[in-house]
């Protein structure tokens, strides 16, 4: 199986802030890599994948970098929408996810 | 619009049955693979397991071979989860996704979860 290891659990950032969120696999996965957004009682949308394609739709403050193991995603200025859980997921072989990100208001 | 729409929520108490459904709408239902994925109360998400409507192969994750069925019905557009046996732990919320058609090289294909119904909330409880 193939683990996914997100950092940090738990972010506090501003409005405007840059903020990066990190996934590691726990073996090589190529580019076969997903971010989701998660708002309380809603469900997962997709925002990046292959990991660095933004979904239609989704705003391009976000972006997504990495491969083989390595992962990012950034938002380059927090705004008061993305307070939310992040969630990255490989599919190189089936699907797994990270534990989540939540950003949270400073 | 391309949507998955679930079944409501379910109370039910220790060892009773149930299945819980998702019905797509807005694109060819047959062709896309639905996925089943799990959350626990305030935890994160868990992959379950996938099934293809159009054939109903079905693969499953591990963590949940043996203790859930998924199946399908392509002529209503509706994949189903369902447990012959509910226990407390399967109290949580449960999601179905479309795998979007993504990449294919051969047999092989990669693809993340696009589309997401709204959610089941299961609640197993004496």
């Known amino acids: 199986d193939i683990q996914m290891t997100q950092s940090p659990s738990t972010l506090s950032a501003s409005v405007g802030d840059r903020v990066t969120i990190t996934c590691r696999a726990s073996?090589?996965?190529?580019?076969?890599l997903a971010w989701y957004q998660q708002k309380p009682g809603k469900a997962p949308k997709l925002l990046i994948y292959?990991?660095?394609s933004l979904e239609s739709g989704v705003p391009s403050r976000f972006t997504g970098s990495g491969s083989g193991t390595e992962f990012t995603l950034t938002i380059s200025s927090l705004q008061p929408d993305d307070f939310a859980t992040y969630y990255c997921?490989?599919?190189?072989?089936?699907?797994?996810f990270g534990q989540g990100t939540k950003v949270e208001i400073k | 619009e391309v949507q998955l729409v679930q079944s409501r929520a379910e109370v039910k108490k220790p060892g009773e049955s149930l299945k819980i459904s998702c019905k797509g709408s807005?694109?060819?239902?047959?062709?896309?693979?639905i996925g089943w994925v799990r959350q626990m109360p305030g935890k994160g998400l868990e992959w379950m397991g996938i099934?293809?409507?159009?054939?109903?192969?079905?693969r499953y994750s591990p963590s949940f071979q043996g203790q859930v069925t998924m199946s399908a019905d392509k002529s209503i557009s509706t994949a189903y989860l369902q447990w012959s046996s509910l226990k407390a732990s399967d109290t949580a919320m449960y999601y179905c996704?479309?795998?979007?058609?993504?990449?294919?090289?051969?047999?092989?294909?990669?693809?993340?979860?696009?589309?997401w119904g709204q959610g089941t909330m299961v609640t197993v409880s004496s």
């Open positions: 996704a479309r795998r979007s058609l993504g990449y294919c090289s051969g047999t092989s294909c990669w693809s993340a979860f696009d589309i």
């Open positions: 807005g694109y060819s239902f047959t062709n896309f693979w």
């Open positions: 099934i293809y409507p159009g054939d109903s192969d079905t």
């Open positions: 073996q090589t996965i190529s580019t076969w």
């Open positions: 292959k990991a660095s």
């Open positions: 997921q490989q599919y190189n072989s089936y699907w797994t």
